[in-house]
């Protein structure tokens, strides 16, 4: 009974993998919700909407024969749309930021349907940007360790993605979007719009999420309506455990902390799930815990520092 | 030139907090014009600034600034040519990002959107020089975020900020009045010398009445959302703190209430 609890050496490198895998896949959408979460301020709740959007269009594009990298591009304008949707509700119409974000996911929920026709979308058998790679390596380089096109794939264009965000908000244009969720009146006042600055920080959030929905798609074999539900948590719960564990002093800091941050957030699922007391669909359940840990432990941290000093304690603090 | 023509503004229109916060004001500015402008409690001060900004659009009236009708110009865009300080030293800088990246961003304006490097070797360079010609110390931590720094810091910054690229026309409201009195008068030789320096047209709202007095070539008393004293040349150079305080009673038949005002 009680080995059962506990999971051998054996268990754990594939764990390491896999969790290595999903977090770096599901890191470029933690990516995405950085852009709006840290760098904006803006509480978008699309994500949930543009993730299994991303998921939707790739799949039913694949199915239908187009190329998948194709697909994959196409993901990221559509998820780009959706972001514009967004930023649009919220800077023309004046509708509140949260709101903004759950109309526009509750109408995504319909359109993913729209796209998909059913409400799943199967990819077996189908080519994917993976068998592609897979099968261009292995032409070349007959003995390619096929297994791990992953894990490759995932580390190069994963890192690629941060790349480019952290030389984006490196320009000038992406100093106007971090001042905009800084301090929205003093950069009014250097000359820019700061509705344009929120509508393309939606833009470029929710391409990557919708670019990451594509690459789960294909990743586990399918494309499913449902698969966006708590999308939203899981890439807040990357980006605080990022925050909280490599801080934010600069920016390639912390994209790199939300990258290691989805990593640990899957392994930490990957590994409660392994204990045998919870199962696998007590994930969003999960999900949650971990994201209040995220939270609060940052505030514990505090109490016990001061304390260890052998200073005031500030319970509340 | 700036010409401020029958500006109305109405706060809560057909409430019972209905208030009339510009009342048919008008201004003519010259090139170069240092005005300060002082007034009892909602004379309508930090709203004419408002309005001359473009912070919310004016009930009628009109706003010229050098030829250009710029009534209906959206906020960002006169930010092209109007500089501004805030009385709170929060307002001015990005607190999370660095002085060199504030500046950057100040230094682009208008330019703001493009998609060149914000910062590069160049752009350090004028930078840290444009910090040493100032008393702040701050031309060594360029990298330091700006939330590090003291109001008074902040606000140098916000000045300099505003003034990178000279604007126009130059607002600052009450940008002293937050800071302890050795800071303030910091800031304070910091806006003349950089006002002076650079002939910068400027707009200044003081409560502080000897400021007013000393500082600048023109000063204007606003009262109920009109400009009711305007004083320049000689007059404002001979002018005292009691004689002014008289003339608006002989002016308006009310003593000059403001519970913020200093007097020395």
């Keep these: 009974m009680l080995q059962n609890l506990f999971i051998t050496i054996f268990e754990l490198v594939p764990m390491l993998l896999k969790s290595a895998e999903q977090g770096l ?96 979308t199967p990819l077996l058998n189908q080519s994917t940007i993976y068998s592609l790679i897979s099968d261009f390596f292995s032409k070349i380089w007959p003995s390619f360790p096929t297994e791990y096109t992953y894990i490759m794939f995932f ?49 470029l959030s929710n391409g990557f ?50 990258l290691l941050g989805s990593f640990l957030y899957r392994f930490s699922i990957a590994l409660v799930l392994s204990f045998r007391l919870a199962q696998a669909s007590d994930l969003k359940l999960l999900t949650a815990i971990v994201v209040i840990i995220a939270l609060t432990a940052p505030r514990f941290k505090q109490t016990f520092k001061v304390s260890a000093k052998g200073g005031k304690s500030y319970g509340n603090s | ?82 500089g501004r300080v805030f009385q709170d030293p929060m307002l001015g800088t990005a607190p999370s990002m660095t002085i060199e990246e504030n500046l950057s961003m100040a230094y682009a304006r208008p330019n703001n959107m493009s998609l060149r490097w914000g910062l590069d070797f160049n752009r350090r360079k004028i930078f840290k020089e444009y910090l040493k010609n100032l008393p702040l110390g701050l031309e060594d931590r360029l990298t330091t975020k700006v939330k590090l720094l003291s109001g008074g810091q902040r606000q140098a910054l916000t000045l300099i900020m505003a003034t990178m690229k000279k604007p126009k026309l130059l607002l600052l409201d009450e940008h002293t009045a937050a800071l302890d009195p050795k800071t303030a008068i910091l800031v304070n030789s910091l806006t003349e010398e950089i006002v002076h320096k650079n002939k910068i047209t400027t707009i ?51 003593k000059f209430v403001d519970d913020r005002v200093m007097l020395a």
């Design chain 2, 204 to 254: 200044m709202v003081t409560h502080n009445l000897e400021h007013a007095i000393k500082m600048g070539n023109r000063l204007i008393m606003m009262h109920k959302g009109r400009i009711v004293m305007d004083i320049k040349g000689e007059e404002k150079a001979t002018m005292t703190i009691p004689r002014l305080l008289n003339k608006f009673e002989q002016l308006q038949g009310e």
């Design chain 1, 155 to 203: 580390i190069v264009f994963a890192l690629l993605i941060k790349i480019l965000l952290d030389a984006f908000l490196k320009t000038q244009i992406g100093f106007a979007l971090r001042a905009t969720g800084d301090n929205p009146q003093m950069i009014r006042s250097q000359g820019v719009n700061t509705d344009l600055a929120k509508v393309i920080g939606l833009i």
């Design chain 1, 25 to 120: 896949v599901f890191g470029v959408m933690a990516l995405g919700v950085y852009i709006t979460f840290k760098i904006l301020n803006f509480a978008d709740l699309t994500v949930d909407g543009s993730f299994p959007l991303g998921a939707a269009v790739a799949a039913s594009l694949i199915v239908s024969g187009y190329n998948p990298f194709f697909a994959t591009f196409v993901a990221f304008i559509a998820g780009a749309l959706a972001g514009a949707m967004t930023g649009l509700l919220n800077t023309k119409a004046q509708i509140s930021d949260l709101l903004s974000g759950i109309l526009t996911m509750t109408s995504l929920y319909s359109i993913n349907l729209r796209i998909m026709g059913k409400p799943n």
């Design chain 2, 1 to 82: 030139m700036v010409i401020l023509e029958h500006i109305h503004k109405i706060f809560h229109r057909n409430t019972p907090n209905e208030n009339h916060a510009l009342a048919d004001l008008s201004l003519e500015i010259q090139d170069g014009d240092f005005i300060t402008v002082i007034g009892s409690n909602g004379a309508g001060k930090s709203t004419m600034l408002n309005a001359i900004a473009g912070v919310f659009p004016i009930d009628s009236g009109r706003i010229i600034l050098d030829g250009q009708d710029i009534t209906n110009l959206p906020e960002h865009k006169r930010a092209a040519f109007i």
């Design chain 1, 209 to 258: 999420i919708a670019l990451s929905g594509a690459l789960v798609a294909q990743y586990q074999g399918f494309a499913d309506v449902g698969m966006g539900v708590g999308t939203i948590v899981a890439g807040l719960a990357s980006v605080i455990i990022g925050d909280s564990l490599f801080g934010s002093k600069t920016i390639f800091i912390s994209t790199l902390g939300v």
